[in-house]
T-cell receptor
């Protein structure tokens, strides 16, 4: 399975943009890049996913490097409710791969 | 709202006493998953059902079993819980394995199991 590398923790000020990096240097051509987050005492929730092009949705934006070896999840204006563990996960669109969580990045929002 | 519901939210059981955790979904998704999450760790997949087809992960202990009597419900049975089975148990669903109409996995809020 292709692996991802994320910083263990990050801090950001409230109401400022947050850029969460993820390295995936061994990504294959069929791997989609997924982001999930887990708020305290909750199950994980889907944030966004993409293959090659940058993606936007109501929660976040996903910027994917041209060589696809790294990506960045962008929260445009962090709130205290964005404090969570953010997981970057690769999933192939072939076969029956399942969501496998790495250690993720614990994001702390400073009021 | 369509969702994944886990009951109970908290469960305390005695060492060696069988326990069942339940999960229901109103999403009509084909796939249901059970994850185990120990304190300060990432969720770990135990097994999943694709429709009625059961798929066990290679390192899931035999002590853990699952049942899916219909599309909406899935149960996690721990036959003889040990102290090391204290964890959050998360149920999740997905429409399918592929990417047509992909909306990701939907997780329940989890059942926090304590074995004493």
């Amino acid at each position: 399975d292709a692996k991802t590398t994320q910083p263990n923790s990050m801090e950001s000020n409230e109401e400022e943009p947050v850029h969460l990096p993820c390295n995936h240097s061994t990504i294959s051509g069929t791997d989609y890049i997924h982001w999930y987050r887990q708020l305290p005492s909750q199950g994980p929730e889907y944030v966004i996913h993409g293959l090659t092009s940058n993606v936007n949705n109501r929660m976040a934006s996903l910027a994917i490097a041209e060589d696809r070896k790294s990506s960045t999840l962008i929260l445009h204006r962090a709130t205290l409710r964005d404090a969570a563990v953010y997981y970057c996960i690769l999933l192939s669109n072939f076969g029956n791969e399942k969501l496998t969580f790495g250690t993720g990045t614990r994001l702390t929002i400073i009021p | 709202d369509a969702m994944v519901i886990q009951n109970p939210r908290y469960q305390v059981t005695q060492f060696g006493k069988p326990v069942t955790l339940s999960c229901s979904q109103t999403l009509n998704h084909n796939v249901m998953y059970w994850y185990q999450q120990k304190s300060s760790q990432a969720p770990k997949l135990l097994f999943h059902y694709y429709d009625k087809d059961f798929n066990n992960e290679a390192d899931t202990p035999d002590n853990f079993q699952s049942r899916r009597p219909n599309t909406s419900f899935c149960f996690l049975d721990i036959r003889s819980p040990g102290l090391g089975d204290t964890a959050m148990y998360l149920c999740a669903t997905s429409r399918d394995h592929g990417y047509i109409d992909y909306y990701g996995y939907t997780f329940g809020s989890g059942t926090r199991l304590t074995v004493v």
